[in-house]
């Protein structure tokens, strides 16, 4: 079955960079839309950043355009977020997601059927 495990969360001060790793495993073929999501507390979850399954096309949040960056490495089964010039806004829990679909694009809203368990990350003032 298909697994997504995060990984390098932790705490930061503002202005400090991260980057997190998503190790993917299960997947029957490259046709899977792949997202960020964060969620802090007391707030909904939100889309951060997506990747269309061919790399093609990919979605920023407004608040982290310019400073996030969504990758995937095929060869390696790894989505990757490089978050740049940290801030307080950016703190909560990360998750990995995915969802298999037959088309070359991706959307923010979809229903992702697979999820990670979370990676925190906490940006301090």
């Known amino acids: 079955q298909v697994q997504l495990v995060e990984s390098g969360g932790g705490t930061v001060q503002t202005g400090g960079a991260l980057t997190l790793s998503c190790a993917v495993s299960?997947?029957?073929?490259?046709?899977?839309?792949m997202a960020w999501f964060r969620q802090a507390p007391g707030k909904e979850r939100e889309a951060v950043a997506t990747m269309s399954p061919g790399g093609s096309s990919s979605y920023y949040l407004d608040s982290v355009k310019g400073r996030f960056t969504i990758s995937r490495d095929e060869a390696k089964n790894t989505l990757s977020l490089q978050m740049n010039s940290l801030k307080p806004e950016d703190t909560g829990m990360y998750y990995c997601a995915a969802e298999r679909v037959r088309v070359d694009y991706c959307r923010a809203n979809w229903d992702f059927a697979y999820w990670g368990q979370g990676t925190q990350v906490t940006v301090s003032s």
């Open positions: 299960g997947f029957t073929d490259l046709m899977y839309c």
